[in-house]
């Protein structure tokens, strides 16, 4: 089965240096959302996306952007990186009907700021 | 605002035995559902196990099952028959059943160790 794709698995950045990750949803999910882990953290939610437009917001700071494409994919914009961007970005997606309470994730992209 | 407790850091067990991952949870919802994701080392989260409030009767897959206590507001994760690839972290996980994009709270998840 079709799993959630993340690109690139791992990013390594300098700071104020700008990175983009990419996000492809399960086939027929439309519902995206993004989540920070840090180091011997719990995941933190970042933001969401449903058909394309923005849903819910978390702690996701105004140096980084998001947006969902027409293709459902979405990409994570990270500006002015900072040594704190360090971590580990998971993306995952659940449909909006049927088992849409699951979140199905990705491997992640791992973020190292020098 | 929800949150999700996990009162144990790490967690050991002998191989083939039984070991139960506490998580309590705060909300003001009466329909929602929760879940304990598993991340071992490869850091794939990985769902292990889900239950929706409105049911009384707990989940159960395999070796994991839980004991889910609505007014107690209580969600632990008992692994039986142990093995040593359990090994990992749990993190115990609430959404709201409201609709939307809601995001998964995550607890600050347990480290369970397996010894053989």
């Known amino acids: 089965a079709a799993g959630v794709i993340q690109s690139p698995r791992h990013l390594i950045k300098e700071k104020r240096e700008t990175a983009t990750l990419k996000c492809y949803p399960i086939p027929r999910h439309d519902t995206v959302y993004w989540y920070q882990q840090g180091p011997g953290q719990d995941p933190q939610f970042l933001i969401s996306?449903?058909?394309?437009?923005?849903?819910d917001k978390g702690s996701i700071p105004d140096r980084f952007s998001a947006q969902q494409f027409s293709d459902y994919h979405s990409e994570l914009n990270m500006s002015s990186l900072e040594l704190g961007d360090s971590a580990l970005y998971f993306c995952a997606s659940s449909p909006s009907v049927g088992t849409n309470e699951k979140l199905f994730f990705g491997s992640g992209t791992q973020l190292s700021v020098l | 605002a929800q949150t999700v407790t996990q009162s144990q850091p790490e967690m050991s067990v002998q191989e083939a035995e039984t070991v139960t991952l506490s998580c309590t949870y705060d909300?003001?919802?009466?329909?929602?559902?929760l879940f304990w994701y598993k991340q071992p080392p490869s850091r794939q989260m990985i769902l292990v196990i889900r239950q929706e409030a409105y049911k009384q009767q707990n989940a159960t897959e395999n070796r994991f099952s839980v004991n889910f206590q609505k007014a107690a507001k209580s969600f632990s994760l008992k692994i039986s028959d142990s093995q040593l690839g359990d090994a990992a972290m749990y993190f115990c996980?609430?959404?709201?059943?409201?609709?939307?994009?809601?995001?998964?709270?995550f607890g600050k998840g347990t480290h369970l160790i397996i010894q053989p």
């Open positions: 996980a609430y959404r709201s059943a409201r609709g939307g994009a809601d995001g998964l709270t």
């Open positions: 909300t003001s919802e009466s329909d929602y559902y």
């Open positions: 996306f449903y058909e394309k437009m923005q849903s």
